[in-house]
């Protein structure tokens, strides 16, 4: 099994959205690339810690590959809105790939570079972040689109 890192703007319909993906196993929201330890969603929303809403994928790479997801993460969300998607603003909206390995880092500046010219026009803001902590979000948060019908944030729904 393998593991990605991922920030698309609100984690509900992120998560929500990646559930649905064949060959990924499992899903937690959390909070990443900030400078504060074991952030709450409040002080996150604040924007005083620096992190990203986000969500960690765990997934089978005989089922589906990491290019896979990125491709599904560039799918679903604007990366040339700065510290935003859709209605929600602030930093810990942004888009980025927070990479585990040299291996991620690279295929994940690859599709950048590609989309970049073939489709954005060089205007992509998706940062390219070393993943550190990841800090798992408060237990309402997790699986909050299933649980309650609402939270599609600004992922529009599209079977896959």
């Not at 990924?24 to 810690?49: C, R």
């Not at 986000?54 to 896979?68: G, L």
């Not at 859709?86 to 040299?102: K, L, M, T, W």
């Not at 390219?128 to 902590?133: D, I, K, R, S, V």
Request: glycine content about 10%; proline content about 5%; charged content about 20%.
């Amino acid at each position: 099994m393998k593991t990605a890192i991922l920030a698309a703007g609100c984690f509900w319909g992120v998560q929500y959205y990646f559930d649905e993906v064949p060959g990924v196993l499992e899903t937690e929201v959390g909070y990443i690339g900030g400078h504060v330890d074991n952030p709450s969603y409040e002080a996150v929303s604040a924007h005083g810690t620096g992190h990203a809403e986000a969500v960690k994928i765990t997934y089978d790479p005989a089922e589906v590959s990491y290019e896979t997801l990125l491709g599904q993460f560039f799918r679903m969300h604007d990366p040339t809105q700065l510290n935003r998607q859709g209605p929600d603003v602030g930093d810990q909206y942004r888009s980025a790939i927070f990479y585990r390995d040299e291996d991620q880092k690279k295929m994940a500046q690859g599709l950048i570079d590609q989309l970049n010219k073939e489709k954005f026009n060089g205007k992509i803001v998706t940062t390219l972040e070393p993943a550190g902590t990841f800090w798992a979000a408060e237990d309402y948060h997790q699986k909050f689109t299933e649980r309650t019908g609402r939270g599609m944030c600004h992922v529009p729904y599209a079977p896959l």
